[in-house]
C-alpha cells in the first residue's frame, strides 16, 4: 500500500502542475464526444439499435468540412468576420452531409431490415458492414493519407484559466456544443417533433396508433443525429485534419459515453461526453498513454456490467 | 449423425474446381519472353505497391525500373534483365506468401527489398534458404543482420546508427541538455526511440521517455487525435528543452499540431520514418511543422542525370523520392556482381555480392560480413518553408 | 410526379440505378487527397469497351447493364413463383438421392480425399502457402466463430483475441518470449497446441462468465472492447509479449517419437496437412456437439431463453461454453500460425480481422458448419486471387469495400446464409412473420437487460 501511494502522490503534484491545462482540454474532447453520443442515443432510443456506421457518418462531416475549407480559404489566413463567417459555413456543411449520410443509411441499409422485421442480429451486422464499406470508400476516393484543414481562423489564446492557455479552438468547440445541445434539448422537449421522437422512443405501435408517421419519425432521428455527428466531425477536422479512419476510435469514445450517461438519454449523452473526456485527459498523468484506452474499454465494460442504464439511465421515452 | 450435404457436394466441389481454375488464369508474375542469346534474369522488388504506403514503393519500383532499363539498353552486359514486381504491402503476415511465389519463379536470381523491416523479418527464411540475395534499400532493423542470414544485404545504415547518430547531432552537436523522447509504440518506433534514448544519456543530457500510441487515424494504432492534446500538455508541463520522435510522419503530423497548440517551442527531431513531404500535408494547422529535423539513412541525390531520367520515368521528382536512390544503388550493385559472374547462379551472386565494393551515386556500396552497409552515413533534414530539405550529413 | 414514384416499376429502376452507380463506384480508379474528384469523374467518364464491341465510356456501358438487370429483376418478380416452383418440382428426386445416408457419407468421403489431394493438384508456390495461411487458418476461425455467434447465437466482435493468445501461448511454451516459458524449459510446439487450447478456453470462460448476461449489441461492443484490450497488452507488455516488437523466433514444430521423426519446415504443405487433420477433428467435434445435448440446449437459449429457463437450462452456462468451445478452435488456429511463420506481431490482431472472420460466417451461413467452411473457403480464395495480380481496377485496398457490402446485401436478401442451416432459417423467418411475437428476436440476442 505504502508503494501505490507514494505513486499516487507522485503523480498529484504532476497533476496539480497540469490540472488545469488537462481539464480544458479535457473539456473540450468531452464536448465533441458529448455531439457524437447524441447520435447514438438518439437512434438507440427510437430504434433500440446501436447505430455502428455513426463513425463513418461523423468521418463524412469532416470531409465535408475539409473540403470546403480547402475550396475557401486561400494562401492567408483569414480574421474576424471571415473567420466566423467560414467556421459557421464549416460546421452548416459538416451538418448537412452529416444528416444525408444519415438519412441515406437508414435508407439503405436498416428501413428494409425494418420492413422485413428482420432479428436484431441483422441490424447490428448490416450496421458493421456499412461501416467498412463507408470507410473503405473514402479511402478509395480521397486516398488514405491524413491531411491537415487549412485554418479559418489564427488559434491563439482567448484567455487564461489559472495559467492554462484557453486557446481559440476550444472556443469554438464550447460555443458550438452548448449551441447544439440547447438547440436539440428544446427540440426534443418542447416541439412536435420532438413530441414524435420520444413518442416512438417510448412504444412504437402506440405511437403509430396516434398518428405518428413512424417512418418519417425514424428518418429525422437519423437526420438529426447525423447533424450533430457531422458538425462534430468539422469541428475535429479543424483541429486535426481528416483521414478515412478517423472516425473509429472518437466514435467508440462517443458510445462509451452514451452508455455512461445512460443510453437513450439525451442529457445524458453529453454529460457523459464531459465525464469521459475529462477523466481520459487527466488519467494521462497516472497512465501511460498506451492505456489510456484501456481506461476508456475499461469504462464502458464497468459501466455495462454494472450499471447499464447509465448514469441518468435510459431515459429517452419519457420527458427527458 | 445427419449432415445435410445436397447442397454441400455441389458448392464444396465448385469451389475446389475454382481452386484448380485459378492458376490458369495467370498469377502476376514475370512473363519471361525469352530473349535470342542472352539469358533472361529477373530481379523483383518486394515492398508496399498499395495501400497507405503506395507512395513509398513507387518511389523505390521505379528506380529499380530505371537501373534495369539503363542495363539492358547498355547492350554491355551478357544477360538481359527483367522486372518482377512483388507486393507485400508491407505487412509481416503477406510478405511470406510472396517470397514464397518469388523464390518459385526459376529465373529469379534477387530481389531488392523488401522494403518494411518487418516484412523483410517475416519473408527472410525462405529467401535465405533459397540462396537469393535480398538487397533492401530501406529495411532499417536492427536485428535483420544478425539473424544468420547470408543472402541479407542493405545498402543504408540501421536504426541502431541512426538513433545515436540523431542523439549526438541533437544534444552535442545542437547543445540541447534535456530531452523528451517520445515512442510511438511501433516496432520500428520503439526501437529508433531506444537507441535514441541511450546515447543521448551517455551524452549526458537529461532523457525522459514516454510512448504515445499511434492513432487509428494512422497506424492501426487505437489511440485517437484527441488524447494527443493531453500527451502535448504532458511533455510542455515536463520543461524538457528538446523533443525526439521515434515514429511515422502520420501521427507526427497529428502531434506536432497537439503540440503547437499546447506552446512547445523547442526544437523537434525525427526520424526516416517521418521523413517525407506527406508530414507536412499531414499536419494541422501547417506551420506547426515548421522548422522539424528529420534524420534519414536515405540521401537527396545530388546526380542530375539519375534526377532526369527518375522524372522521365516516373513523372514526379526524385527530390521527393524517398529510397529512390538507395533503390537505384541496390539495383545497380546486382547488376556490377552480375557482370563479374561467369555463370550465374543465386549462390554465386550472394558470395559476390559479400566481396563486391561499387560506387553507387548516394554513397560507395560494401557490406560488411553481416550484410549491413560499411560507413554510416545518416543524413538531417529539415522542413523550411513547407519543404523538407536536407541540410548535410549529420 | 409523386405518383409516378409509387409505382413500384420506378422506383426499382431507380433502385438499379443506384446500386450500379455505387458499384461503378467501387470498381471504379481511385481518388487521392490532391485529386478527390478523380475517382469519381474516372467512375464514370472513364473509356471502356462495350463487351468489345466498341469503345464509350463507363456510365454507359453500366448504364446499359443496370437496364438489363431492371428487365431481368421485373421479369423475376413476376414470373419467379412459377419458376421456382417447376425447378423444385425438378429437384425433387435428386434431393431424394441425396438424402440417402450413404450417399452422404460417399460424398464425404469423396471430399475427404480430394482435400488430401489439393496439395497434388495444385502446385504452385503461392496457392500452396496461401492454401494454409490464409484459408486454411481462416476455415479454423471461422468454424470456431460459428460455434459462438452461430450455434449460441451470440455476437463476438473480439473473436480475433483468441487467435492472439493461441499465437502468444505457443510463443511463449517454446520459450520465444521474454517470459521464461513453462517449467523453464522451452518446449517443442506440439506441446503447445493442448496448452493453448486450454489457456483460450479459460480465456473464453473468464471473458464470458461477465458479460454474456448482456443484451446482444451491448455484448457485440464488450467483446470488441476486449479484442481491443488484448492487442493492446500486448503491444505495450514488452516484459511479457516483447511488446510491438513482436516475439523472437518461434522453432517449427516437430515430432520425435522412437522410430517416428518429423520436422516441419518452411514449406507449406506439411503445415497444410496438419491443418487439415485438425480442421476434420474440429468439424467432427462441434458437428457431435451440435446434435447432442449441449447443441439442443443452444437452439433452445437461441429461440427462447426464457421458456429454456423454465425447462431448466442454465443461459449463462450454455452460453459460456460455447465462447470456451469456440475459442478452442482459435487457439489451434493461433498455433498453426505461430508455429509456421518466424514470429508474431501484436499488430496482426485487429478488430477487422474479426471482422473478416463475421464475413465468413455470415456469408456461408450462421450456424451451418458447412456452410461456414463454404463461405471461408470461397472469400479467402477470391480474396488470395484478387489480391495477386491486377484485375478490373481491384486494389488490395479495396477488399473491405466489397465485405462491407457484402454484409449488407446478405442481411437485406439472405441472412441466414449461402447454406443455410435449416434451423436458423427457421428462426429468421418465423421472426419476420411474427410481429407480435417480438420475444423471438429479443431471444436471439440473450437475456433482456
New interface residues.
Given amino acids: 500500500m505504502g508503494a501505490f501511494g507514494h505513486y499516487v502522490a507522485a503523480h498529484f503534484d504532476?497533476l496539480k502542475?497540469?490540472f488545469w491545462?488537462?481539464f480544458v482540454?479535457?473539456v473540450?474532447?468531452g464536448l465533441?464526444?458529448g455531439m457524437i453520443a447524441v447520435g447514438y442515443t438518439l437512434v438507440y432510443g427510437v430504434l433500440?439499435?446501436?447505430n455502428f456506421a455513426h463513425s463513418e457518418i461523423f468521418m463524412s462531416g469532416g470531409f465535408a468540412g475539409y473540403?470546403v475549407m480547402k475550396a475557401l480559404v486561400g494562401t492567408s489566413v483569414p480574421t474576424g468576420a471571415a473567420s466566423v463567417g467560414l467556421i459557421i459555413l464549416g460546421i452548416v456543411a459538416g451538418g448537412v452531409v452529416g444528416s444525408v449520410m444519415a438519412f441515406v443509411l437508414e435508407r439503405?441499409?436498416y428501413r428494409?431490415?425494418r420492413k422485413?422485421?428482420?432479428?436484431?442480429?441483422?441490424?447490428?451486422?448490416?450496421a458493421?458492414?456499412?461501416?467498412?464499406?463507408?470507410f473503405?470508400?473514402a479511402?478509395?476516393?480521397?486516398?488514405?493519407?491524413?491531411?491537415?484543414?487549412p485554418?479559418p481562423y489564427i488559434?491563439h489564446a482567448v484567455f487564461h484559466i489559472f495559467g492554462a492557455?484557453v486557446?481559440m479552438?476550444y472556443v469554438i468547440i464550447l460555443i458550438a456544443g452548448v449551441v447544439m445541445f440547447v438547440a436539440l434539448d428544446r427540440l426534443v422537449a418542447k416541439t412536435r417533433l420532438g413530441r414524435g421522437i420520444r413518442a416512438v422512443a417510448q412504444d412504437v405501435e402506440t405511437a403509430s396508433l396516434m398518428g405518428v408517421n413512424i417512418d418519417r419519425t425514424i428518418a429525422i432521428t437519423f437526420i438529426v443525429g447525423g447533424a450533430l455527428g457531422g458538425a462534430a466531425g468539422f469541428l475535429?477536422a479543424?483541429?486535426?485534419?481528416v483521414?478515412y479512419?478517423?472516425g473509429?476510435?472518437?466514435a467508440?469514445?462517443a458510445?462509451t459515453a452514451a452508455?455512461l450517461g445512460g443510453i437513450g438519454n439525451l442529457r445524458g449523452a453529453m454529460i457523459g461526453g464531459l465525464i469521459l473526456?475529462v477523466f481520459?485527459?487527466l488519467c494521462?498523468?497516472f497512465v501511460?498513454?498506451?492505456?489510456?484506452?484501456?481506461v476508456a474499454?475499461?469504462i464502458?465494460?464497468l459501466v455495462?456490467?454494472v450499471r447499464?442504464?447509465g448514469i441518468l439511465g435510459e431515459r429517452l421515452g419519457r420527458s427527458a | 449423425m445427419k449432415l445435410r450435404l445436397n447442397k454441400t457436394v455441389a458448392a464444396v466441389a465448385s469451389s475446389a474446381l475454382l481452386l484448380m481454375a485459378v492458376p490458369a488464369v495467370g498469377i502476376a508474375s514475370a512473363s519471361g519472353a525469352a530473349s535470342k542469346a542472352k539469358p533472361t534474369y529477373v530481379i523483383g522488388y518486394e515492398g508496399p505497391l498499395s495501400?497507405?504506403n503506395?507512395q513509398l514503393g513507387l518511389n523505390m519500383v521505379f528506380a529499380v525500373e530505371l537501373a534495369i532499363n539503363q542495363a539492358n539498353a547498355s547492350g554491355k552486359n551478357h544477360f538481359k534483365l527483367q522486372l518482377a514486381k512483388y507486393d507485400d504491402q508491407g505487412d509481416p503476415t503477406i510478405s511470406p506468401t510472396e517470397a514464397q511465389s518469388a523464390v518459385a519463379n526459376r529465373k529469379l536470381i534477387a530481389i531488392v527489398g523488401p522494403a518494411f523491416s518487418g516484412a523483410t523479418a517475416a519473408a527472410e527464411p525462405y529467401y535465405s534458404k533459397a540462396h537469393v540475395a535480398t538487397v533492401s534499400p530501406s529495411a532499417t532493423r536492427v536485428t535483420l543482420a544478425s539473424s544468420g542470414w547470408n543472402n541479407f544485404f542493405r545498402v543504408v545504415a540501421d536504426d541502431g546508427v541512426q538513433g545515436p547518430a540523431d542523439a549526438d547531432y541533437l544534444v552535442k552537436t545542437k547543445g540541447n541538455k534535456s530531452v523528451y523522447v517520445v515512442s510511438d509504440?511501433s516496432s520500428y518506433g520503439t526501437g529508433l526511440a531506444t537507441a535514441f534514448a541511450g546515447q543521448a544519456s551517455a551524452d549526458g543530457a537529461k532523457v525522459t521517455s514516454?510512448?504515445?500510441?499511434g492513432?487509428?487515424?494512422?497506424t492501426d494504432g487505437?489511440?485517437?487525435?484527441?488524447?494527443y492534446?493531453?500527451?502535448a500538455?504532458?511533455a510542455?508541463?515536463s520543461g524538457a528543452k528538446a523533443m525526439f520522435y521515434g515514429g511515422y510522419y502520420?501521427d507526427l503530423?497529428?502531434f506536432l499540431?497537439a503540440l503547437?497548440?499546447?506552446?512547445w517551442t523547442g526544437p523537434i527531431m525525427s526520424g526516416d520514418g517521418s521523413d517525407s513531404s506527406?508530414l507536412i500535408?499531414?499536419?494541422?494547422?501547417?506551420s506547426a511543422a515548421s522548422g522539424v529535423l528529420l534524420s534519414c539513412a536515405c540521401a537527396v541525390s545530388q546526380n542530375s542525370s539519375f534526377n532526369r531520367a527518375f522524372q522521365n520515368l516516373a513523372n514526379f521528382s526524385s527530390s521527393n523520392a524517398t529510397y529512390a536512390p538507395e533503390s537505384y544503388d541496390a539495383t545497380n550493385v546486382i547488376i556490377a556482381a552480375m557482370k563479374k559472374l561467369k555463370r550465374i547462379t543465386r549462390s554465386a551472386l550472394v558470395a559476390e555480392l559479400h566481396k563486391i565494393s561499387f560506387k553507387g551515386i548516394t554513397k560507395r556500396i560494401k557490406f560488411q560480413n553481416d550484410g549491413n552497409i560499411a560507413g554510416a552515413a545518416i543524413y538531417v533534414n529539415q522542413v523550411t518553408n513547407g519543404k523538407v530539405v536536407q541540410l548535410g550529413l549529420e | 410526379m409523386k405518383e409516378l414514384f409509387a409505382k413500384t416499376y420506378v422506383r426499382r429502376l431507380l433502385i438499379t440505378l443506384g446500386v450500379v452507380a455505387t458499384v461503378e463506384?467501387?470498381t471504379g480508379p481511385?481518388?487521392?487527397?490532391?485529386a478527390?474528384t478523380a475517382?469519381?469523374r474516372g467512375s464514370f467518364a472513364e473509356s471502356a469497351s462495350f463487351f468489345g464491341l466498341f469503345k464509350t465510356q463507363r456510365w454507359v456501358l453500366f448504364l446499359f447493364i443496370a437496364l438489363v438487370a431492371w428487365g431481368i429483376a421485373s421479369f423475376w418478380i413476376n414470373k419467379g413463383p412459377m419458376v421456382r416452383a417447376t425447378v423444385s418440382r425438378a429437384l425433387v428426386t435428386p434431393r431424394h438421392i441425396t438424402a440417402k445416408r450413404p450417399v452422404r457419407w460417399g460424398a464425404l468421403g469423396a471430399l475427404l480425399v480430394v482435400a488430401v489431394l489439393l496439395p497434388r493438384i495444385e502446385t504452385s508456390a503461392f496457392w500452396q502457402a496461401a492454401m494454409v495461411e490464409q484459408i486454411a487458418v481462416y476455415v479454423l476461425l471461422a468454424i470456431g466463430l460459428n460455434v459462438v455467434v452461430g450455434f449460441a447465437?451470440l455476437?463476438d466482435?473480439g473473436y480475433v483475441a483468441f487467435y492472439a493468445i493461441g499465437a502468444y501461448t505457443t510463443a511463449w511454451v517454446t520459450g520465444a518470449l521474454p517470459l521464461p516459458p513453462l517449467f523453464h524449459h522451452a518446449l517443442n510446439p506440439f506441446w503447445s497446441i493442448p496448452i493453448a487450447i486450454l489457456l483460450v478456453m479459460v480465456a473464453g470462460i473468464l471473458l464470458g462468465a461477465?458479460?454474456l448476461r448482456?443484451r446482444?449489441?451491448?455484448l457485440?461492443?464488450?467483446t470488441?472492447?476486449?479484442g481491443?484490450?488484448v492487442t493492446?497488452?500486448a503491444?505495450?507488455l514488452y516484459g511479457i509479449t516483447n511488446g510491438s516488437l513482436g516475439s523472437n523466433p518461434i522453432p517449427h514444430p516437430s515430432i520425435q517419437l522412437g522410430p517416428v521423426k518429423y520436422v516441419w519446415g518452411l514449406k507449406p504443405v506439411p503445415y497444410y496437412y496438419l491443418a487439415l487433420g485438425f480442421i476434420v477433428l474440429f468439424l467432427v467435434i462441434f458437428s457431435l456437439l451440435e446434435h447432442s445435448r449441449v447443441g439442443r440446449a443452444w437452439t433452445a437459449i437461441r429461440e427462447d431463453e426464457v421458456a429454456a429457463e423454465s425447462v431448466g437450462i442454465n443461459p449463462l452456462k450454455y452460453k459460456v461454453m460455447a465462447f470456451a468451445i469456440g475459442a478452442a478452435s482459435a487457439g489451434f488456429a493461433g498455433v498453426l500460425t505461430a508455429s509456421q511463420s518466424n514470429n508474431i506481431f501484436p499488430a496482426s490482431f485487429t478488430l477487422?480481422f474479426s471482422?473478416n472472420i463475421?464475413?465468413l460466417v455470415?456469408l456461408g451461413g450462421m450456424g451451418s458448419i458447412a456452410g461456414v467452411v463454404l463461405g471461408a473457403i470461397l472469400i479467402q480464395t477470391v480474396t488470395e486471387y484478387l489480391n495477386n495480380g491486377q484485375h478490373w481496377g481491384y486494389?488490395p485496398?479495396?477488399?473491405?469495400?466489397y465485405?462491407?457490402?457484402?454484409?449488407?446485401v446478405?442481411?437485406?436478401f439472405r441472412?441466414a446464409g449461402l447454406i443455410p442451416s435449416k434451423r436458423r432459417k427457421r428462426?429468421?423467418l418465423l421472426?419476420?412473420?411474427?410481429?407480435e411475437n417480438a420475444h423471438?428476436?429479443?431471444a436471439?440476442?440473450g437475456d433482456d437487460?
Avoid: W
Avoid at chain 2, 281 to 286: C, F, I, L
Fill in positions: 504532476t502542475l497540469e491545462a488537462l482540454g479535457g473540450a474532447n465533441l464526444y433500440r439499435l446501436i473540403f439503405v441499409a428494409p431490415l422485413r422485421n428482420a432479428p436484431k442480429l441483422a441490424y447490428l451486422i448490416s458493421i458492414g456499412a461501416s467498412y464499406f463507408l473503405n470508400m479511402g478509395k476516393e480521397f486516398g488514405h493519407l491524413a491531411v491537415s484543414t485554418q488559434n492557455p486557446l479552438y475535429f479543424m483541429g486535426t485534419g483521414v479512419t478517423m473509429f476510435v472518437p467508440l469514445k458510445f452508455v473526456g481520459e485527459s494521462v498523468v501511460q498513454a498506451a492505456y489510456i484506452d484501456v474499454f475499461g464502458l465494460v455495462l456490467l447499464p442504464t | 495501400g497507405g503506395l509504440g514516454v510512448t504515445v500510441p492513432t487509428a487515424q494512422c487505437t489511440a485517437s487525435a484527441t488524447e492534446s493531453a500527451a500538455t504532458q510542455v508541463a502520420c503530423g497529428l499540431g503547437g497548440s499546447a506552446g506527406a500535408t499531414g499536419t494541422t494547422p501547417a | 463506384l467501387m481511385p481518388g487521392s487527397n490532391t478527390p475517382g469519381f447465437g455476437l466482435l461477465p458479460t448482456l446482444g449489441d451491448y457485440a461492443i464488450v470488441l472492447g476486449f481491443e484490450i493492446i497488452f503491444n505495450n477487422t471482422i463475421l464475413v455470415i486494389q485496398s479495396d477488399l473491405y469495400i465485405l462491407g457490402a457484402l454484409l449488407i446478405m442481411m437485406i441472412p428462426e429468421i421472426s419476420e412473420a411474427d410481429h423471438l428476436d429479443e436471439l440476442l437487460v
